[in-house]
């Protein structure tokens, strides 16, 4: 068998003189090939969580639409818009500090999609995991697992293993009293395991606890979580109507 010593000691002999090896002693030589079988394996293990990830919804993470949203892109003509901005890019670079998470709360087209997506992004460049689901969506998904005899146990399992899940247009399902508890199954599961859920309504802050619950409520945005306020209007609109003028 071959040791570190002999490695090392034919190393020496094969490189040219002049040049200094890596590792000078045989334990030196052992704890790089620790360092780097650690780095390989939690390589590994993100590929593998990002392909579960993939798996639960049929695509990655953030949908075609968004992919390219980006704080860059994110334009500010307002003071508001300047502190969502803030808001969202400081919440993207301390992930990882607490498990809390965000509410991004307003009317339609004001770029709550657009500035969870760039949060996403940012963090799947990081090498996180993160999966935008719409509330429809996902409960489409909880049937399939019904109509399929899959169990709905292990879709919540993976659902909980992403490092962020956004659930967007929550206050849009039909108010049914499994979508709820569906819901807040996730929502509370991954609260519990530490894990930050960002949320995308229309809702305000009563109808939200409405929905979710004052317990839940109160834990979305704590440890470090947040809530923005969308207060202005549609993007949408705005694009529109510069493009009439053109
Ligand atoms: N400030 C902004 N700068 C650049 N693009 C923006 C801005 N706000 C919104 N957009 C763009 O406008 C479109 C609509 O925004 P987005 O989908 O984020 O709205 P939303 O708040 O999620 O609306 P809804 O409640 O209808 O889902 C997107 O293409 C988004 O990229
Ligand atoms: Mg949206």
């Known amino acids: 068998m071959k040791t570190p010593e002999t490695l090392l000691n034919r190393l020496r002999r094969i490189m040219p003189p002049g040049v200094e090896p890596k590792c000078r002693t045989a334990s030196e030589l052992m704890a790089w090939h ?112 019904y109509d399929g005899g899959e169990s709905e146990a292990s879709l919540l399992d993976e659902l909980c293993k992403v490092d962020l899940l956004v659930i967007d247009e929550v206050g849009v399902q039909r108010e049914t009293r499994g979508e709820w508890v569906i819901l807040n199954q996730i929502i509370d599961r991954r609260l519990s395991s530490m894990k930050p859920v960002g949320v995308l309504t229309n809702l305000g802050t009563k109808e939200l606890a409405d929905v979710l619950g004052a317990r839940v409520m109160d834990r979305l945005t704590m440890d470090g979580g947040i809530w923005v306020n969308f207060t202005w209007g549609s993007y949408r609109k705005n694009v529109s109507h510069l493009r009439l003028i053109k």
């Open 34 to 145: 620790r360092q780097e079988g650690e780095k390989r394996s939690a390589e590994l293990l993100k590929e593998n969580q990002r392909a579960r990830a993939e798996r639960i919804m049929g695509r990655s993470g953030i949908c075609e639409l968004h992919r390219q949203c980006t704080f860059a892109n994110y334009q500010v003509t307002s003071d508001g818009q300047r502190q969502a901005l803030s808001k969202a890019k400081s919440y993207a670079q301390n992930f990882g500090m607490g498990f809390g998470g965000f509410v991004f709360s307003g009317g339609c087209g004001t770029g709550k999609n657009h500035l969870a997506a760039a949060i996403g992004n940012y963090l799947i460049a990081k090498n996180h995991t993160v999966l935008v689901v719409t509330v429809p969506d996902l409960m489409l998904r909880v049937r399939r697992c």
